[in-house]
C-alpha cells in the first residue's frame, strides 16, 4: 500500500497535481455515486409519499454534499501542492515506490 501511494506521488511531481488524474482514479466510485444519485431522483419523482420524498431528498443533499466535499478537498490539495513539494522527503518517497527501505528510517519509527 506505502509503495503504491509513493508512487503516485512520484508520479505527482513529475506531472504536476491532476484533480482529473484524481478523478480518473476514482471513476468507478464517482459512477457508482452518480448512478445512485440518479436513481434517487428517479424514485423522487415517481413517489407522491411525502416522508418518502423527504428522505429521497435527505439522501440526495447528502450525496451532494459528499461530492461537493470531495471536490474542495481535492482543489484544497491542487492548491498547496507546491508547499507539499517543497517539504516532502522526496528521497525517501521514491526509496519506497522502489521498494527499498528508506535509508534513515526504521519501520514503525514516526519521527521526533
Known sequence: MEQQLARRLVKHRAAGYS?????YRSVARYAIRIALLAGLLVAFSTTDALWLKGFLLWAVGMLLG???RDLAWL???KKHWSFTEKITDWRKVVDIAEGKQPADCTPGDSGP
Open 75 to 77: 482543489r484544497r490539495i
Open 66 to 68: 459528499a461530492i461537493s
Open 19 to 23: 484533480i482529473a488524474y484524481v478523478l
